[in-house]
């Protein structure tokens, strides 16, 4: 087998029918082999059930597997051990795939014989997107777009998304799985579930590994929005718990500090209070809100020092 494509779903069968239509649609040449293999983050609605019914009458090869730890890392890996491609591409259940996507992605690989792929993700949302979600926040609701032309990433600045990333098989060998420590634990309602990380943390692993990263643009998947993504708690949130690992994942030991917090953190807290402030005051919320996550990122930064020093 040379591709497998792997999703991790919890709780959404009513995404799959989109998500796997859109896959039915591929315009591929015969010149390499693929499945998809559906992995079932134990659901409880009935995922199973649609994905067999929908296995029996598609123009795909289509696998359910069920891994019963809770977590998007967990489902990742196992989905990897599960899969039998020598290409492994993952995408989400709320992704819609275009037609190009899956041939673009292969010649990709083929072409620069480099270990990761990654494509564009543009967002779409159900409702009109709020003033206070500016552009440069579209990152956070896993919008990607390096431009129009096909280039070397450099594994730091630029890596693949979540959404629409790939990789050799082999490169599990040399850097292993997903952190099990960093992922979107559940449907990522509450703060608990709302961590990220764990792709940031692999390819970055990959790259000092010596991996090579492309990027390919005509690989454009759609991401649906979904409507609690579009609160502000889920950025701050976001935010937050971003600050915590960050924390939770630094190895120094600071000579200046309170109740094992550094002394500069609480500097920067302050000032991004500051900004904040002032922001607020002068341009209002909308434009304030952006600000505001950063100061929610230190207070994560703060709480997770402290919680190490406990």
């Given at each position: 087998?040379?591709?497998?494509i792997?999703?991790?779903?919890?709780?959404?069968?009513?995404?799959?029918?989109?998500?796997?239509?859109?896959?039915?649609?591929?315009?591929?040449?015969?010149?390499?082999?693929?499945?998809?293999?559906?992995?079932?983050?134990?659901?409880?609605?009935?995922?199973?059930?649609?994905?067999?019914?929908?296995?029996?009458?598609?123009?795909?090869?289509?696998?359910?597997?069920?891994?019963?730890?809770?977590?998007?890392?967990f489902?990742?890996?196992?989905?990897?051990?599960?899969?039998?491609?020598?290409?492994?591409?993952?995408?989400?259940?709320?992704?819609?795939?275009?037609?190009?996507?899956?041939?673009?992605?292969?010649?990709?690989?083929?072409?620069?014989?480099?270990?990761?792929?990654?494509g564009?993700?543009?967002?779409?949302?159900?409702?009109?997107?709020?003033?206070?979600?500016?552009?440069?926040?579209?990152?956070?609701?896993?919008?990607?777009?390096?431009?129009?032309?096909?280039?070397?990433?450099?594994?730091?600045?630029?890596?693949?998304?979540?959404?629409?990333?790939?990789?050799?098989?082999?490169?599990?060998?040399?850097?292993g799985?997903?952190?099990?420590?960093?992922?979107?634990?559940?449907?990522?309602?509450?703060?608990?579930?709302?961590?990220?990380?764990?792709?940031?943390?692999?390819?970055?692993?990959?790259?000092?590994?010596?991996?090579?990263?492309?990027?390919?643009?005509?690989?454009?998947?759609?991401?649906?929005?979904?409507?609690?993504?579009?609160?502000?708690?889920?950025?701050?949130?976001?935010?937050c718990?971003?600050?915590?690992?960050?924390?939770?994942?630094?190895?120094?030991?600071?000579?200046?500090?309170?109740?094992?917090?550094?002394?500069?953190?609480?500097?920067?807290?302050?000032?991004?209070?500051?900004k904040?402030?002032?922001?607020?005051?002068?341009?209002?919320?909308?434009?304030?809100f952006?600000?505001?996550?950063?100061?929610?990122?230190?207070?994560?930064?703060i709480?997770?020092?402290?919680?190490?020093?406990?």
């Amino acid at each position: 087998m040379d591709i497998s494509i792997i999703i991790c779903t919890y709780n959404r069968a009513g995404n799959l029918q989109e998500c796997f239509d859109c896959l039915a649609t591929q315009e591929t040449n015969s010149g390499f082999s693929w499945e998809v293999l559906l992995v079932d983050n134990n659901s409880s609605d009935h995922t199973k059930h649609f994905t067999e019914e929908y296995s029996t009458d598609c123009n795909f090869q289509l696998r359910y597997t069920f891994a019963s730890q809770q977590g998007l890392s967990f489902a990742r890996n196992h989905g990897i051990k599960e899969s039998k491609g020598s290409f492994l591409i993952f995408i989400d259940d709320d992704i819609r795939v275009s037609k190009k996507w899956l041939q673009s992605i292969y010649n990709t690989f083929i072409t620069y014989q480099c270990d990761a792929v990654g494509g564009r993700i543009h967002i779409e949302s159900p409702a009109k997107l709020p003033k206070w979600i500016t552009p440069d926040m579209y990152g956070f609701l896993g919008h990607q777009d390096f431009g129009d032309q096909a280039h070397p990433m450099d594994g730091y600045k630029e890596y693949p998304f979540g959404g629409n990333m790939a990789i050799r098989h082999s490169v599990i060998d040399k850097i292993g799985l997903f952190n099990i420590e960093m992922g979107r634990k559940g449907e990522g309602l509450k703060k608990d579930e709302l961590f990220k990380g764990e792709e940031t943390d692999f390819f970055h692993r990959l790259k000092d590994a010596g991996g090579s990263f492309y990027y390919q643009p005509e690989a454009l998947v759609l991401h649906k929005i979904l409507p609690h993504q579009l609160k502000p708690s889920f950025f701050l949130t976001l935010h937050c718990n971003a600050g915590q690992v960050q924390a939770f994942r630094d190895p120094e030991k600071y000579r200046r500090t309170l109740v094992g917090i550094p002394l500069f953190i609480f500097m920067q807290f302050i000032r991004s209070i500051g900004k904040y402030m002032y922001q607020l005051v002068f341009n209002g919320a909308d434009m304030s809100f952006r600000q505001l996550m950063n100061v929610y990122y230190f207070f994560g930064m703060i709480c997770s020092y402290h919680k190490k020093f406990l």
